[in-house]
């Protein structure tokens, strides 16, 4: 994704990609090490997004929208408002009331993160992204502080009372955020991670 915000330009396209790692504790550039409490034999990866310490691992939903911010024309703030009231909206589909916390980005449910953001924004333009937590063991968020809070609870979707299948979430969660920044999604082949091209916009026609 770093590759593809590198060579995009005012013409390309813009991209979701959407993800499901394995087990892996990233760490954000300003991170501090120490909350990183027992990693064990998980791998902890020093990444390029903003944030501290978070856990990645089968059951949660990885989204990088890959946006033009500029054209979208709204600024960082916006962009993160947008992104967590998709979340929200996603919850509601299965009578989950969430809510954002002031100064700790992400969705909270009865004060619970089930879904972390960290973001990076270049020349304009978006990379890194969301981890939703559908249906996953959460047992790995207690090797860390999350976010670089101690004793932070997490919850999943799963465990809130709505389903199991990450099939049945991501369709509800990518509609909300096509709505928040008024996208119309198609589905693609997935990118060539070791060359990932933007794919230009078509040309408008010209009166004649």
Known sequence: MQRFTDLRDEASIDEVWVVEHDPVFTLGQAGKPEHVLMPGDIPVLHVDRGGQVTYHGPGQIVVYPLLDLRRLKIGVREYVCR?????????????????RREGAPGVYVNGAKVAA???????????????????????????????????????????????????????????????????????????????????ALPSTPQAA
């Open 83 to 99: 992104i967590e009231q998709a979340v929200i909206d996603t919850l509601a589909e299965w009578n989950i009331g969430a809510q």
């Open 117 to 199: 953001l960290g973001i990076r924004v270049r020349r304009g333009c978006t990379f890194h992204g969301l981890a939703f937590n559908a249906a996953m063991d959460l047992a790995p968020f207690g090797r860390i502080n999350p976010c670089g809070y101690a004793g932070l609870q997490v919850t999943s979707v799963l465990d809130l009372g709505g389903p199991s299948s990450l099939d049945a979430i991501k369709p509800v969660l990518l509609d909300a955020m096509a709505a928040q920044f008024g996208l119309a999604l198609q589905a693609a082949p997935p990118p060539d991670l070791d060359d990932p091209r933007p794919v």
